[in-house]
């Protein structure tokens, strides 16, 4: 047991080590020049020592100017102080900062989509498995759902309510004419804005848990141990709650792979609804070169998909008992 | 008492058709009785006994009945069967390595399985332990999962829960296959054990190997290609058999006792028919060194002397 953690937390740190060591790398090897992007930006100053000064200046305080292996230790320096470095775009602002404020955006749109979706899928695909009229129906219309492309639907979804219908906003995560506070009618208008890009989510997600779950259910009540309790007169009930138990094993996985790439698909969802949360900000830190930024993007994502990883590892020890054969190598 | 089966006829369906995997299969089992049936692989052996106990798609009923006990089984009605299933017949499938929830501790999922059948598991504790005893499985493997076992082990639990009603009749399909010769020896004489303690009334023992069934079957039933060819006392089969087919089947054995493997049983020249099509009349014509033009029509079964039945046209007249 105690060899069997010892020996993941490793690969864990391993993996968390090469990751991020990536993670510096894409954005210095990118093309291109934040600073000087930064200044053509804000600057109305023509002087080209002037431009060259200020150059300077703001090369030294991001650390710009340093060979690139010694940009690399401070890097991890800082990493382990827990500093994450300016943002260029939003300068002065940290990026811890930068992040902390869109990282409630996601929870807030993700954890509830991915985990309802992945309940309501399981439950639908589950009763589909039993009754041929449900399975006639809400197969084929979870198959569309997930084969449809994420981006397709939810443009679709926001030109429908929001544009053709008008009744929810496409844009933003409250009332542009409001400031952030803690009245019912800001609450209204925080859910007023979550609905569409939550709703997109949650449909894409439904039809593939529901589509996974109908088949695993049929396939194991195929299995031999499903026959066995058939031919020993168990009840249908037993039955399928056997092979419910065990075609959710499967699909917890998927949970956790889901959990897992969080960001990556909220990305679309974030930029097509122009939702402010991390994926949104990483589109914004990549086109304005925030090199920062993006890091620390990406570093939110990297801990998020281990985490997810670690914690599904544990959930999975928990309820397969030929995991935890393996792991302490014993032999029947 | 004990089984009758009269005129059972199971067929698969599939898209190329019907297999006609039993054809008119009539034999019965005195109580306490344990009946061997062998044929190679694929002659029904696994079709008929599991039309008894779980008729299910593909397979389909065509006809005949089965009484039990002197009730007849609704062996096409997956419902009604389910109130003899387990408490009057029972099955060790031929897939017993797999046949236990890998995800459930096997004494949980024992008491699951008794609950839905509305027994008491406390009361069926003691007796389950002293089987597990007969079957030498330490009492802790309820406390395990199916995957912490040896296939030997799984094999002898699937044994007792299956048996743990005390069933009139036991199906065992193919326990010895997958065994070593030692294990194999084991698993038999814990059968007949089981039957002497009266864990189950009668049983009807399938394999493919012969040999394995001189030590511990009554009788002998031989199946070829979807027919029942011959029912003896074992006694009989061995020694003075009046099929040709058991005759072939017999005399390519060996020597009594010792194990044979299946390909020698295709020494007999030929192969099976395929039962997708199968030939009108006697299925064994093709390749049975006596046939004659009668063998076109199908051979009744008939009782050649007492307990002794023969499917073939030459000894039919002698009965
Ligand atoms: N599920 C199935 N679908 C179609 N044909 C089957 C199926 N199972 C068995 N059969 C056919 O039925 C015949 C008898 O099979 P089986 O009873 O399993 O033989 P045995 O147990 O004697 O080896 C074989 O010809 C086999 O091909
Ligand atoms: S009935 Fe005919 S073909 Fe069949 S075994 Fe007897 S003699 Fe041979
Ligand atoms: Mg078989």
Redesign the pocket.
């Given at each position: 047991m105690k060899r069997y953690f010892g020996r993941k937390i490793l690969i864990y740190l391993l993996t968390f080590f090469l990751a991020v060591t990536i993670d510096w790398m894409i954005p210095r090897f990118m093309p291109g020049d934040p600073v000087r992007n930064m200044l053509t930006r804000v600057s109305v100053n023509t002087n080209a020592s002037a431009i060259q000064m200020m150059y300077d200046y703001y090369s030294h305080l991001f650390g710009l100017d340093m060979p690139l292996w010694q940009q690399y230790l401070s890097f991890w320096k800082s990493l382990f102080m827990g500093e994450l470095g300016i943002s260029v775009y939003l300068f002065p602002t940290p990026v811890k900062d930068v992040l902390l404020r869109a990282i409630p955006y996601d929870a807030f749109l993700l954890v509830p989509s991915i985990l309802l979706s992945w309940y309501a899928g399981n439950k639908f695909g589950a009763f589909a498995a039993r009754s041929k009229w449900l399975d006639n129906t809400i197969s084929p219309l979870s198959y569309i759902l997930t084969a449809t492309p994420y981006m397709w639907l939810g443009i679709l979804l926001a030109w429908f309510f929001g544009i053709v219908l008008g009744i929810f906003p496409i844009a933003g995560a409250y009332s542009f004419t409001m400031r952030p506070n803690l009245s019912w009618n800001f609450i209204g208008s925080v859910f007023h804005h979550w609905f569409l890009p939550f709703a997109s989510l949650f449909l894409v997600g439904f039809g593939g848990w529901a589509i996974g779950m109908r088949n695993m259910i049929i396939y194991e009540l195929e299995a031999d141990y499903s026959h066995f309790l058939g031919a020993l007169g168990a009840p249908k009930k037993l039955v399928r709650k056997y092979a419910f138990s065990n075609a959710v094993l499967p699909q917890i996985t998927g949970l956790a792979l889901q959990l897992g790439v969080i960001v990556a698909g909220a990305l679309v969802t974030e930029v097509v609804f122009s939702y402010p949360g991390i994926g949104y900000l990483l589109l914004a830190a990549i086109q304005n070169q925030d090199y920062f930024l993006i890091q620390g993007c990406f570093l939110f994502i990297i801990i998020g998909v281990l985490l997810a990883n670690f914690i599904i590892d544990i959930a999975y020890i928990l309820v397969d008992p030929r995991t935890r054969r393996g792991m302490t190598g014993e032999t029947a | 008492m004990g089984l009758q089966v009269e005129n059972l006829t199971i067929y698969?369906?599939?898209l190329s058709g019907d297999?006609r995997?039993?054809e008119n299969a009539t034999f019965s089992l005195e109580g306490g009785e344990i009946m061997g049936l062998a044929?190679?692989?694929?002659?029904?052996?696994?079709?008929?006994?599991?039309s008894l106990i779980f008729l299910a798609p593909?397979?389909k009923y065509v006809g005949g009945r089965v009484l039990l006990d002197g009730e007849e089984l609704p062996i096409q009605d997956m419902e009604k069967m389910n109130e003899f299933r387990f408490r009057d017949i029972s099955i060790i499938p031929?897939y017993a390595m797999n046949a236990l929830n890998p995800i459930r501790k096997i004494g949980r999922m024992t008491e699951e399985l008794l609950q839905a059948k509305k027994v008491d598991f406390k009361a069926v504790l003691p007796e389950l332990k002293r089987r597990l005893d007969l079957v030498k499985l330490p009492h802790d493997v309820l406390d395990l999962y199916p995957i912490e076992l040896s296939g030997g082990m799984k094999q002898r639990m699937v044994m007792v829960v299956s048996t743990l009603l005390d069933p009139s009749l036991l199906i065992a399909?193919?326990i010895t296959s997958a065994l070593d010769v030692a294990s194999q020896k084991a698993v038999a004489e814990m059968l007949v054990e089981f039957r002497d303690q009266d864990c189950c009334k009668s049983a009807i023992v399938?394999t493919?190997d012969i040999s394995i069934l001189y030590q511990i079957a009554d009788s002998i039933m031989i199946?070829y290609?979807?027919q029942v060819a011959e029912k003896a006392s074992t006694r009989t089969i061995i020694h003075s058999p009046r099929h040709p087919y058991t005759k072939l089947l017999i005399s390519s054995l060996p020597e009594i006792g010792v194990k044979y493997s299946e390909r020698q049983l295709t020494g007999i020249p030929g192969k099976p028919p395929?039962?997708?099509d199968p030939p009108p009349g006697c299925r064994f014509r093709d390749r049975c060194p006596i046939a004659f033009d009668k063998c076109l029509e199908v051979p009744p079964f008939v009782e050649i002397e007492k307990g002794h039945f023969v499917a073939c046209w030459k000894e039919a007249g002698n009965a």
């Open positions: - | 698969y369906q599939t297999v995997a039993l044929g190679e692989s694929g002659c029904g052996k696994t079709t008929l006994g599991h593909p397979m031929q399909d193919e399938i493919h199946m290609a979807g395929l039962l997708l």
